[in-house]
């Protein structure tokens, strides 16, 4: 099955400057890798997703670039805020058909005011 | 819309004792999952409905586990026995055909 490796498991970065959070996936099928926030106490969030037709995609702040070839991708989060500080999760998903998400463990990031 | 709902937030309970955990989706969307979160495991797919159908059931831990969707708007996860390495965060997300998954805010459970 597919194995979803994320690092850095904890981040701290000064508010404005960038953060990167890297992920690698084992599956070549794998086509589809969304990006997810979660705060404490809450539920994860989707930010930003990517399928595997696109090798960078953009939104706001937030940006997601792929690798098929050395199957990674990488999240990427410029002017930093406090309120960017949460736990980010990547995935991997098998084919527009499929259903099975395969996360990875996580990046606790802290921006420090 | 007020998003996935799940009930209740938080739950304590003793060794032995039976659990449920209920889930209603967000209306119109037709997949539903239950997941698992610890410290150690991070987030784990215990099942997956579509169409109030199981699908794949094969995160399910063990028979003490069951979940049940009798209709579009509701389901349920039960634990029984429940037994103290059960203590998680349960999530339920859903999602309209093969769009995105909408996580709901989760029940933190804790069996002593």
């Known amino acids: 099955g597919e194995n979803v490796e994320q690092h850095p498991s904890t981040l701290s970065v000064q508010e404005g400057d960038s953060a990167v959070i890297k992920c690698t996936y084992s599956d070549s099928a794998s086509n589809y890798f969304p990006w997810y926030k979660q705060e404490l106490g809450k539920g994860p969030q989707l930010i930003i997703d990517?399928?595997?037709?696109?090798g960078e995609k953009k939104d706001q702040r937030i940006a997601v670039t792929l690798n098929k070839t050395a199957k990674h991708f990488s999240l990427h989060i410029t002017e930093t805020q406090p309120e960017d500080s949460a736990v980010y999760f990547c995935a991997a998903q098998r084919g527009a058909g499929s259903y099975q998400l395969t996360f990875g463990k996580g990046t606790k990031l802290s921006v420090i005011p | 819309d007020a998003g996935v709902i799940q009930s209740p937030r938080h739950e304590v309970t003793e060794m032995g004792q039976e659990v449920t955990l209920r889930c209603k989706p967000i209306?119109?969307?037709?997949?539903l999952f239950w997941y698992r979160q610890t410290m150690m495991r991070g987030l784990e797919l215990l099942i997956y409905?579509?169409?109030?159908?199981?699908?794949?059931d094969s995160g399910m831990p063990e028979d003490r586990f069951s979940a049940k969707m009798p209709n579009a708007s509701f389901s349920t996860l039960k634990i029984q026995p429940s037994e103290p390495r059960d203590s998680a965060v349960y999530f339920c997300?859903?999602?309209?055909?093969?769009?995105?998954?909408?996580f709901g805010p989760g029940t933190r459970l804790t069996v002593l």
């Open positions: 209306s119109g969307h037709n997949s």
């Open positions: 990517i399928r595997s037709n696109v």
């Open positions: 409905f579509n169409n109030n159908v199981p699908i794949d």
């Open positions: 997300a859903s999602r309209l055909a093969y769009n995105e998954q909408f």
